[in-house]
């Protein structure tokens, strides 16, 4: 199976500052397609995951562009340009390249 | 609206079987994969079972394997997770979840149905 490994595992961030977090595969997330099956998800206390980014670096329908991801191979990063208050929670990277799909552990996002 | 309804859980006895429902609305359910997800408590997304949209392909997660089976009725647009000879570490949220073509990643996901397995 492919290990997912984020870090941090809790980020605090001072409201307005940026944050970033590290996910990185035991093996190349490259699928025989051509394509890269990284995806980052949000989850709000209480709330089911939400998907943000796919593919590495295309945000989904209504997610706020200070969302952004980058990597490739096995180095893939999470970006919030300007943290707000909403963005409180875990977030996951999950490769769907091989199965099983994994996920990392989580990063929890809290405010300073 | 894409929408994925999920049926209510409960709290089942060891060796118990349970089977809970994903009714889907707001998008072409028939052409779509779905899967399943679950996070037992306070812990991370663990990947369950994923069928393709005409039901010819299936994978599971091997802790689930032989024990849990995902189906489909594209009439209906619902998904379904038949869970048998359930154990304690079996307790979790399960959350059903559309796949996309063209996002291969889990776009939508439904709210969530809490199965506790104990004695």
């Known amino acids: 199976d492919i290990v997912m490994t984020q870090t941090p595992l809790s980020s605090p961030v001072t409201l307005g500052q940026p944050a970033s977090i590290s996910c990185t595969s035991s093996q190349s997330l490259v699928h025989s397609d051509g394509n890269t099956y990284l995806s980052w998800l949000q989850q709000r206390p209480g709330q089911p995951p939400r998907l943000l980014i796919y593919?590495?670096?295309n945000r989904f329908s209504g997610v706020p562009d200070r969302f952004s991801g980058r990597g490739a191979g096995t180095d893939f990063t999470l970006k919030i340009s300007r943290v707000e208050a909403e963005d409180v929670g875990i977030y996951y990277c999950?490769?769907?390249?091989?199965?099983?799909?994994?996920f990392g552990q989580g990063t929890k996002l809290e405010i300073k | 609206e894409v929408q994925l309804l999920q049926s209510g859980g409960g709290l089942l006895q060891p060796g118990g079987s349970l089977r809970v429902s994903c009714a889907a609305s707001g998008f072409s359910f028939s052409t779509s994969a779905m899967g399943w997800v679950r996070q037992a408590p306070g812990r991370g997304l663990e990947w369950v079972s994923i069928?393709?949209?005409?039901?010819?392909?299936?994978r599971y997660a091997d802790s689930v394997k032989g024990r849990f089976t995902i189906s489909r009725d594209n009439s209906r647009n619902t998904l379904y997770l038949q869970m048998n000879s359930l154990r304690a570490d079996d307790t979790a949220v399960y959350y059903c979840?559309?796949?996309?073509?063209?996002?291969?990643?889990?776009?939508?996901w439904g709210q969530g149905t809490l199965v506790t397995v104990s004695s």
């Open positions: 979840a559309k796949e996309s073509v063209i996002t291969t990643a889990f776009d939508y």
């Open positions: 999950m490769q769907a390249t091989q199965f099983p799909y994994t």
């Open positions: 593919k590495i670096s």
């Open positions: 069928m393709s949209s005409s039901g010819d392909y299936i």
